[in-house]
T-cell receptor
Framework: QQQVKQSPQSLIVQKGGIPIINCAYE??????FPWYQQFPGKGPALLIA?????SEKKEGRFTISFNKSAKQFSLHIMDSQPGDSATYFC?????????????FGQGTILTVHP | KAGVTQTPRYLIKTRGQQVTLSCSPI?????VSWYQQTPGQGLQFLFE???????NKGNFPGRFSGRQFSNSRSEMNVSTLELGDSALYLC????????????????FGAGSRLTVL
């Protein structure tokens, strides 16, 4: 019940394409859903985050779509660039006493070809 | 504003040894969480500290321990190292560890890469 399932494991798109990464969860106590981007040799960096009372959030070229009833959320990257090539992780955090405990998906390796 | 600083960045140990990793959080952040990242298991939560108290703990053996000092800096220790402990150890800080937009998001450091031979 604590898992967050992420797909696909890897994704290759051409520059300007719109990669979509999907995540699903079971634990209805999750109430905060961030996406992190990680480059080789670096720690994960927060991209965008959403709460379940919002169905969509946009920040620049990144959009989160959230479907509370289906317990699914996804990341869309508009006009993708080679510099977006990285590993992307969805995550979830439960309210209450789950201090600092993000549950991560397995990650998606995104490659954007020029 | 300085980010989360982790030291050392790289270290090599042998089986049976112990290791101590350090994390300096963003100024003003009082919550520090630790994660282990491996290719097979991904990112897994180790524990969280706030005001020198461990508030949350993941499913790791007792060989993994941590502490937090009054200035919010944190250390984690792994005793009796095993080959499987080879990983990137990440520290994240936030205001209170409860996750939220703005300043309370969890911000990660670059990690300490531990290799156990």
């Amino acid at each position: 019940q604590q898992q967050v399932k992420q797909s696909p494991q890897s994704l290759i798109v051409q520059k300007g394409g719109i990669p979509i990464i999907n995540c699903a969860y079971e634990n209805t106590a999750f109430d905060y859903f961030p996406w992190y981007q990680q480059f080789p040799g670096k720690g994960p960096a927060l991209l965008i985050a959403i709460r379940p009372d919002v169905s969509e959030k946009k920040e620049g070229r990144f959009t989160i779509s959230f479907n509370k009833s289906a317990k699914q959320f996804s990341l869309h990257i508009m006009d993708s660039q080679p510099g977006d090539s990285a590993t992307y992780f969805c995550a979830a955090l439960a309210g209450g006493t789950s201090y600092g405990k993000l549950t991560f998906g397995q990650g998606t390796i995104l490659t954007v070809h020029p | 504003k300085a980010g989360v600083t982790q030291t050392p960045r790289y270290l090599i140990k042998t089986r049976g040894q112990q290791v101590t990793l350090s994390c300096s959080p963003i100024s003003g952040h009082r919550s520090v969480s630790w994660y282990q990242q491996t290719p097979g298991q991904g990112l897994q939560f180790l524990f969280e500290y706030f005001s020198e108290t461990q508030r949350n703990k993941g499913n790791f053996p007792g060989r993994f321990s941590g502490r937090q000092f009054s200035n919010s800096r944190s250390e984690m220790n792994v005793s009796t190292l095993e080959l499987g402990d080879s990983a990137l150890y990440l520290c994240a800080s936030s205001l209170n560890g409860q996750g939220a937009p703005g300043a309370n998001v969890l911000t990660f450091g670059a990690g300490s890469r531990l290799t156990v031979l």
